[in-house]
């Protein structure tokens, strides 16, 4: 059974670093073709994806955040980690984690965690 | 970057009503070497995480039920549903994963008539 969660600060100031957690089980990203990605969603508006790394550590990044981003990996510990560097209101959001197998779409997707930045 | 344009935005729809939906992108998302739309369908409930319909722009995803079914190639696509359930009530959206960055449309909302 594939599972994901996000964790995260809850709240953060402008000019902050967001740091996000992905846990997951019933896959691993050592697999050959497995991935996680990380997706946000303004409260009701669309989805925007972030970031993707590969079981082989390569890595994928929306060019539309200019270098704010870094996705990384613990692969012993069924985690992806990701970094936004200086926040503004405009990354509050919530945040998706989701697997990617192969060059498939993303077939399973956290629940999602709420990060607010305010001042 | 690949722009996904889905209309309607919104559409109010009875039980048991056909419902089709337009999800288009800017560039081919067919893939000459394998054939295959790079296309995905989602749909997202209130207060739930989205949720893969369809892949390959036609390839249900288990456990989804027969009435959901894609449509399309190249640059335009369909999701239909054959007879709407009170269930489905939910906004729905397509993803491009051809190329980076992946993009998604704006999304279709059903609402009940």
Redesign the interface.
């Known amino acids: 059974q594939v599972t994901l969660k996000e964790s995260g600060p809850g709240i953060l100031q402008p000019s902050q670093t967001l740091s996000l957690t992905c846990t997951f089980s019933g896959f691993s990203l050592s697999t050959y073709g497995m991935g996680v990605?990380w997706i946000r969603q303004p409260s009701g508006k669309?989805?925007?994806?972030l970031a993707?790394i590969w079981w082989d550590d390569d890595k994928?990044y929306?060019?539309?955040l200019k270098n704010r981003l870094t996705i990384s990996k613990d692969t012993s510990n069924n985690q992806a980690f990701l970094k936004i560097t200086n926040v503004d209101t405009a990354d509050t959001a919530t945040y998706?984690c989701a697997r990617i197998l192969g060059?498939?779409?993303?077939?399973?997707?956290?629940?999602?965690v709420m990060v607010t930045v305010s001042s | 970057?690949i722009v996904m344009t889905q209309t309607p935005s919104s559409q109010a729809v009875s039980a048991g009503e056909k419902v089709t939906m337009s999800c288009k992108s800017s560039q081919s998302l067919l893939y000459s070497e394998n054939k295959k739309n790079?296309l995905?369908w989602?749909q997202q409930k209130p207060g739930q995480?989205?949720?893969?319909l369809i892949?390959?722009a036609s390839t249900r995803?288990s456990g989804v039920p027969d009435r959901f079914i894609g449509s399309g190639s190249g640059t335009d696509f369909t999701l239909t549903i054959s007879s709407v359930q009170a269930e489905d009530l939910a906004v729905y959206?397509c993803?491009q994963?051809y190329d980076?960055?992946?993009?998604?449309?704006?999304?279709t909302k059903l609402e009940l008539k």
């Open positions: 990605g669309g989805l925007e994806w993707n994928y929306n060019p539309s998706y060059a498939a779409p993303f077939d399973y997707w956290g629940q999602g | 970057d790079y995905a989602y995480s989205p949720k893969l892949s390959w995803e959206y993803e994963y980076t960055p992946w993009t998604f449309g704006g999304g």
